[in-house]
């Protein structure tokens, strides 16, 4: 496929082969991840008049590089082996990152009817889907039924009523209670059994003729501390132990999500593997829901600078700037508010100049422009960052770029104020086996 062919999904493409064809030298590793996205962002906003652009043209926009899931498919691999991924829906639903996966041979873990469906319509067996959302809409549990997607998780009683009524042959995973301070977003306040209650549950299990064919727990989302999954898995194995001497023979573990893109994966992959081999045998089958895993560095947006405001402290003879971006905390940055990140803003075109990924001395810029960074709604709580610096004077009519911006950006994105919630992603691939899966 040719650089930049508009797909009918209004999306585009640019492959390892395309790579290539830059300059005749194939790149490795983030080197050619780098490259890629470079290009795409470069060609991108380089074909953009702001003065006569059509509405919408100057949007902001994404660029996923799928060759950064691939990467994290093969380090999940690499340092968890043991475990099959079931991909978190809610945190990334992109197409191009479902199919990807799909073609890994991901399961998949929805918490919705909507979910369940887009996975469904992919071509995916339902054996391949866990509806892990202990407190279901009661329709929802009709349609998981009809579907024949069976595995479904649980933490109270009257949810083993409603799966009695709705839904008796489904294969149950009772979600427990875990240790969840020291993660970005804490789940235990809401869901999961506690340990003084999983019998009481185990025996209604029983005496309604359900099937409970394994455990669940989440340590949280953005989990921190390795020892979180060594108190769960204890956990588990002793919920096991209750259940086998009620009659039940649960042959599943699901461990969650929780497991960050950063550097702390290897030594919490670790800790979580020795555990599984000190409390579950290897006839037990254990799995897990990453989400922002496998899609946090994947992708990166491009906001426009649409208003620029100078503040001159005449005490200190300073002047900084509020620049204002076509996205913001209702939009694609929801994430600063609730799943507490802090992306970092580059510029990446000032003036005629395209600055992705530059590097420069002291020498090159021996002073800093202080700036304050917001959205484009109307509500002052809309601000992407409070106070930042860059060597150069941005205006408006220049661009800014964003890393790390694949987990829980555009999927939760509102249309408060009028402003979309759409917006384009411009697909690149930086690994031949991801090209190959997908036949870029």
Not at 79 to 105: F, I, M, S, T, W
Not at 128 to 145: E, G, H
Not at 212 to 227: I, T
Not at 411 to 434: I, K, L, M, W
């Amino acid at each position: 496929m040719a650089p930049f062919a508009r797909l009918p999904t209004e999306e585009y493409h640019l492959s390892y082969k395309d790579l290539k064809s830059l300059d005749g030298t194939p790149d490795h590793g983030a080197a050619k991840a780098k490259r890629l996205i470079g290009h795409a962002l470069k060609s991108r906003v380089e074909a953009i008049d702001q003065d006569t652009c059509q509405v919408g043209d100057e949007d902001a926009f994404f660029v996923g590089d799928l060759g950064e899931v691939y990467r994290q498919h093969l380090r999940w691999k690499k340092n968890l082996g043991r475990v099959k991924p079931h991909y978190a829906v809610k945190c990334n639903p992109d197409p191009q990152v479902l199919r990807l996966l799909a073609e890994l041979g991901n399961g998949f873990d929805c918490a919705s009817k909507t979910e369940i469906e887009q996975v469904l319509k992919m071509g995916i067996d339902p054996e391949r889907i866990i509806y892990a959302q202990p407190c279901k809409t009661k329709s929802y549990v009709r349609y998981a039924a009809q579907a024949g997607v069976k595995q479904m998780t649980f933490d109270n009683a009257d949810e083993l009523y409603k799966t009695k009524q709705l839904f008796p042959g489904a294969q149950l995973f009772l979600r427990i209670l875990t240790d969840d301070s020291a993660s970005l977003c804490r789940l235990s306040q809401k869901f999961g059994a506690s340990l003084d209650t999983t019998a009481d549950l185990l025996e209604l299990a029983r005496s309604l003729d359900l099937d409970v064919v394994g455990v669940a727990f989440h340590v949280g989302s953005g989990a921190s501390d390795p020892k979180a999954f060594v108190k769960a898995v204890q956990d588990a194995r002793f919920v096991f132990d209750q259940a086998a001497q009620l009659g039940f023979d649960m042959h599943t573990l699901d461990v969650g999500g929780g497991f960050t893109a950063d550097d702390s994966f290897e030594p919490m992959a670790a800790v979580l593997s020795a555990s599984l081999d000190d409390y579950f045998p290897p006839h037990v089958r254990v799995i897990a829901e990453p989400g922002r895993f496998y899609v946090a560095t994947a992708f990166t947006i491009a906001c426009h600078v649409i208003a620029r405001r100078s503040v001159t402290d005449a005490t200190l003879g300073t002047t900084s700037y509020m620049l204002y971006l076509n996205d913001g905390v209702y939009g694609n940055f929801s994430s600063i508010i609730f799943d507490h990140q802090h992306p970092v803003p580059r510029i990446l075109k000032c003036g005629d100049d395209v600055l992705y990924d530059a590097r420069r001395s002291g020498y090159d810029s021996p002073s800093q422009v202080e700036y304050s960074i917001w959205g484009p709604t109307c509500d002052g709580i809309d601000v992407i960052s409070s106070s930042c610096a860059f060597p150069d004077v941005v205006n408006t009519g220049d661009w800014l770029y964003f890393e790390d911006m694949g987990a829980y950006t555009k999927c939760s994105a509102t249309r408060f104020n009028g402003f979309s919630d759409c917006h384009d992603v411009v697909y690149v691939c930086s690994e031949p086996g991801a090209s190959a899966l997908l036949e870029l």
